[in-house]
């Protein structure tokens, strides 16, 4: 409970007590208060206790009355009610009388602002989120508390809410741009959930428009004007180097500078270990441990040695003994409590440490003394641990080490990386072969290892990209990661045991939601997970090494990891999910990361059999969590706004890419080689309706069936890029090409030679025979019957393609064509590949019609086709199958039947047909007119350009065939 400062009531009292009234005894938390007051106030439960028993809202007179509290107490108590208000405990109406929030159908929560001037109310109670209109998001800012009364549903079905009360203002300082709007100046915030500018009031530092600068709030927003600040810091221009680092660590409100108290503390600690230091620490400082980092680290937490033990082996982890100079309660400890971990920009660290310490005198620099807390393994032959020891000591690191020296030296036996490593060789054997173990005993337990590229950005002079390149993981890198992993497990397993409190690192399996899109999504893949109702990581594992050689394997591996939750730091131990651990604590890391700090002093506390309280556990992993999301968050947008830099100069380029998610209102594209992504906009996938399927992943065509899906293989045009949003717009060229689907030709396409209808920009598919060897698909097979082809009346224009329409079979039309080709597939967003595919799918219910309708569609088509699309004489000859294609057309049907009575009226329209250009009006040279014939024509020649190539004749894109 929030305690309020000021005189105990015994003082202003003037020293009287008294004996506390049967109403004042009631208190339930009357204890409590005791202890802290000399004459204890109601307590705020007690408060809100009376409240709800009596069921209306009371004064402060009222409520004096029905808690017995003195005219004496009468100030310090109405304190009391105000900081309950402005802890949005209680409510005061427009006549000065306390209610209670929930009696009111007030809801508390947090604003989380949209940049589109809307926002939503994230409320304490974990219900649904409340919709704030623009007009509510007036008077607050992102991050504010506020107390809100629902009034109703929005558009979409959502609550939506009013605001009744602020109770707590999350901004004071805001960074920003400088814009002059018709001589008022203002300052535009980089934090886009802030969506109303700032009035910049005079007084403050000179800045000029453009320039990067923090405003410090002088006037919070209202109903009726904007929020008023003053500029306090004039950080530079928009693309100076480093102003991307400068704008995160303000915007996310990243502590990066150290206290007064913390800096003097700091300077008062030694440069080296000092002999006092060895006291109560065993001297390991013998023992050839070595360090092994990236090659641009600089704080080295860890230092490691393996040794063969019988069948087993013997491994020692030591790490940097930061509990030692960072004592609980000092300057040192608040500071790095506040930070919760270090920060990693690229080009720049925000440590959590000073850099004496972090680099320092706590860093396990090579060739120096340094302190550490040891955990000493014994490991079985089957990668068990037999037995573990903790225990503070001296180490001296002989080696500075990098995972790439080391890789070179175990594998690729390079000579260089040899030479380096010495006589230090035998013992990076025995930790490999360790490794080898451990790897063993991972895939037995049953833990996730997701396979992700991460990437190291390499600048110029400048301080911008100059290129991306991957960053790949060794087997030095895993070696490493298990053997922390081991410590990690032993020190939670040491505080288990002796029921000392600690942070735990949680990571709880898949919501019951998750899981079922999961499932549902592995169904169409003829996939599932195992475990019924509460998988284990070893049903992950399973599925993993299942799918691991097949061609999508990267899309069903994104979507199994999305379907975990984060894990994050708590006091109450639930075990690790994804590394199958019953209980996992971080040990490792003290130098960047704070719970690993708290998780030393617990274990030196049960070594000496006493007690470490850190303070309210809860609190301070909720806190660590929330840290380490910040620092994910600036990490984040600093390394997009670098990307877009980059992306500048290549506006209008095409690249290769994979889609790496699909949202409602687009896809986001990763592309190849740079590891870049833009996103593809909704209205950028072609004329269509696309819906999204959460559970698929993917967007999907109302009309045209299109498909865009999670891993699919783009190619993407670049069209905008822009700094101050940091982000990239792409345009899709060509799309959907899907590693669980056959593209290209089969061996039988490929080894038969289809012939060609060019048709003046016209696409003719002519499906094959139905054969016992055709691999096409059986949807293909049945699709369409009969080979004829359509003229089409005018060239195509950019903007008007032909559509090729397909009669249904007659008889005889298997002798017309015997070397018909398969159904080509459509090229993904053009419309003459939609409508092909709108003409086979009518086609396909043609086939199954009895024979009289098929008769009757057949004259329809060829009626229609005439009618439109007559050809001049001069520029087209007559074309015919002789008789077999006018036997192949005339289907008897009964007499006076419709049938009968279409194909009657389709003659007609054949002996009225124009003869000439000048009867037809004007048609362009070269139209082919190909149609099916009731009477006998003479022979057409046929064209020269009939060769094997499904080409359209006004474009050069070819239409790929899908098996």
């Known amino acids: 409970m929030k305690k309020e400062k000021g005189k105990t009531p015994k003082a202003a009292a003037g020293g009287s007590q008294r004996k506390p009234s049967p109403v004042r005894s009631a208190d339930p938390f009357y204890e409590r208060e005791s202890a802290t007051y000399d004459h204890p106030l109601p307590s705020r439960e007690y408060v809100q206790q009376t409240l709800a028993e009596q069921g209306v809202p009371m004064s402060l007179q009222e409520l004096c009355a029905a808690l017995d509290v003195s005219p004496d107490e009468a100030g310090l108590f109405e304190r009391r009610l105000r900081a309950m208000q402005r802890d949005g405990e209680l409510l005061r109406n427009r006549r000065d009388a306390y209610l209670l929030p929930n009696k009111a159908d007030l809801i508390r929560g947090r604003v989380s602002g949209h940049a589109d001037g809307f926002g939503f109310l994230i409320r304490d109670d974990a219900q649904p989120d409340v919709f704030l209109g623009p007009k509510e998001m007036r008077e607050v800012l992102h991050g504010d508390r506020v107390i809100v009364r629902i009034t109703g549903l929005d558009r979409r079905g959502r609550p939506e809410g009013k605001v009744v009360e602020v109770l707590e203002r999350a901004n004071t300082r805001i960074v920003g741009r400088v814009l002059n709007e018709h001589g008022v100046q203002v300052v535009v915030p980089e934090n886009r959930r802030i969506a109303q500018d700032i009035l910049v009031a005079p007084g403050g530092k000179k800045a000029l428009p453009g320039q990067v600068v923090t405003v410090e709030l002088i006037e919070q927003p209202t109903k009726f004007a904007q929020p008023i600040g003053r500029v306090i810091e004039v950080l530079g221009n928009y693309a100076d180097p480093g102003m991307e680092i400068e704008i995160a660590l303000r915007k996310h409100e990243l502590p990066f500078e150290f206290s007064s108290e913390a800096k003097a503390e700091t300077r008062k600690l030694p440069a080296a270990v000092r002999r006092k230091d060895w006291a109560g620490r065993e001297d390991i400082t013998k023992l050839p441990l070595v360090t092994i980092d990236g090659e641009t680290a600089k704080d080295f937490d860890d230092a490691v040695y393996c040794e063969r033990q019988g069948r087993g082996y013997r491994l020692i982890v030591a790490i940097a003994d930061v509990s030692h100079y960072v004592q609980p309660g000092s300057a040192l400890d608040v500071e790095s409590q506040d930070r919760g971990n270090s920060v990693y920009f690229p080009r720049r660290v925000i440590p959590m440490l000073p850099e004496k310490l972090s680099n320092g005198l706590c860093s396990l620099n090579p060739q120096v003394e340094r302190l550490c807390m040891v955990c000493d393994m014994s490991i079985g032959p089957t990668g068990e641990i037999k037995a573990y020891r903790f225990y503070p000591a001296v180490m001296f690191s002989h080696a500075r080490l990098t995972y790439n020296q080391v890789a070179a030296a175990l594998y690729d036996k390079d000579k260089a990386a040899l030479d380096t490593v010495g006589a230090l060789l035998p013992h990076l054997e025995n930790l490999d072969k360790l490794f080898r173990v451990l790897l063993k005993a991972r895939a037995k337990r049953g833990a996730i290892d997701f396979e992700t590229t991460e990437t190291r950005m390499i600048f110029d002079d400048t301080g911008k990209i100059d290129r991306i390149v991957p960053e790949v993981r060794n087997d030095a890198h895993r070696l490493i990661e298990e053997c922390m992993l081991a410590a990690n497990v032993c020190a939670s397993e040491f505080l288990q045991e002796r029921e000392h409190p600690a942070l735990y690192r949680v990571h709880e399996g898949p919501t019951p939601e998750k899981l079922e899109k999961l499932r549902g999504f592995l169904a169409e893949f003829g996939l599932g997970v195992g475990g019924g109702d509460d998988p284990k990581a070893g049903d992950y594992a399973k599925l993993l090494e299942k799918v691991k050689d097949r061609p999508d394997a990267q899309l069903l591996q994104t979507v199994m990891l999305r379907s975990l939750r984060q894990a994050v730091y708590s006091p109450d131990n639930v075990g690790h999910f994804g590394l199958a651990y019953e209980a996992y604590t971080h040990f490792t890391s003290p130098i960047r990361r704070y719970p690993d700090l708290l998780v030393h002093r617990s274990i030196k506390a049960a070594l000496e059999n006493r007690l470490y309280t850190a303070g309210d556990w809860d609190a301070i992993g909720l806190h660590c969590s929330s840290t380490e999301r910040r620092a994910d968050d600036a990490t984040r947008d600093v390394v997009a706004w670098l990307k877009c830099y980059y992306m500048q100069d290549k506006v209008g380029a095409e690249f290769s890419g994979s889609v790496s998610a699909v949202v409602p209102f687009g896809l986001f594209v990763a592309l190849d080689d740079i590891f870049i992504e833009g996103l593809v906009h909704i209205s950028d996938l072609g004329s269509d309706y696309f819906h999204f399927d959460e559970t698929r ?163 329809k088509r060829a009626n229609a086709v005439k009618a439109v699309a007559p050809a001049p004489a001069e520029a087209v000859k007559p074309v015919s199958r002789a008789k077999k294609g006018a036997k192949a057309a005339s289907v008897p049907a009964p007499s006076g039947s419709k049938a009968a009575k279409t194909v009657k009226a389709a003659k007609t329209v054949k002996a009225t047909a124009p003869k000439t250009a000048e009867d037809a009006g004007e048609v362009s040279p070269g139209k082919e007119v190909k149609a099916v014939k009731a009477a006998k024509a003479p022979r057409a020649k046929k064209p020269a350009a009939a060769e094997t190539n499904n080409e359209t004749a006004g474009s050069s894109r070819k239409v790929k065939r899908r098996g």
């Open 697 to 859: 992943h993917e967007l999907a065509g109302e009309r045209t069936g299109v498909r865009h899906r999670l891993s699919d293989r783009v190619r993407v045009q670049v069209v905008r890029v822009d700094l101050e949003t940091s982000k990239i717009d792409f345009r899709l060229i060509e799309g959907a090409q899907r590693a669980t689907e056959r593209v290209g030709k089969t061996a039988k396409d490929k080894g038969a030679k289809a012939p060609e209808a060019v048709v003046a920009a016209a696409v003719v598919i002519e499906p094959a025979e139905k054969t016992g060897k055709s691999r096409a698909s059986s949807g293909a097979r049945k699709a369409v019957k009969a080979k004829a082809t359509v003229a089409v009346a005018e060239a195509p224009t950019v903007d008007e393609r032909p559509v090729a329409v397909k009669p249904a079979k007659a008889e005889g039309a298997k002798k017309a064509g015997k070397a018909a080709p398969k159904p080509a597939a459509r090229p993904v967003h053009t419309d003459v590949a939609d409508k092909a595919e709108a003409t086979a799918a009518k086609a396909k219910q043609a086939a199954k019609a009895p024979p009289e309708v098929k008769a009757a569609d057949a004259g």
